[in-house]
């Protein structure tokens, strides 16, 4: 079993920046793939970034370029650092971890960018 405890969102004005942080416990050895997924209501939930064990990423379109997913050297935590953030980010982010064939959610941690 993998729990994921989110911090680092909160209010922040156009074009500001943020860094979401998200920390795995449990009886685990070593989580492969870890990740960023968003959400707002009425829409699906969307990836943002994810990254392996050996810190290859992939990034949605409307981050590339101004969010930077990253992994502490050994250990099972994640961290999002989002710039130049824009309206349209507002969401819900939640933590993702994939580990033993299962995935895991954070309780999740609201964005919101606004003037």
């Known amino acids: 079993q993998v729990q994921l405890v989110e911090s680092g969102g909160g209010l922040v004005q156009p074009g500001g920046s943020l860094r979401l942080s998200c920390a795995a416990s449990g009886s685990i050895f070593r989580i492969n793939n870890m990740g960023w997924y968003r959400q707002v209501p009425g829409k699906e939930r969307e990836l943002v970034a994810r990254?392996?064990?050996?810190?290859?990423?992939n990034y949605a379109d409307s981050a590339k370029g101004r969010f930077t997913i990253s992994r502490e050297n050994g250990k099972n935590t994640v961290s999002l650092q989002m710039n130049s953030l824009k309206p349209e980010d507002s969401a819900v982010y939640y933590c993702?971890?994939?580990?033993?064939?299962?995935?895991?959610w954070g309780q999740g941690t609201q964005v919101t960018v606004s003037s």
């Open positions: 993702y971890a994939y580990w033993l064939g299962n995935d895991y």
């Open positions: 990254i392996t064990g050996s810190a290859s990423t």
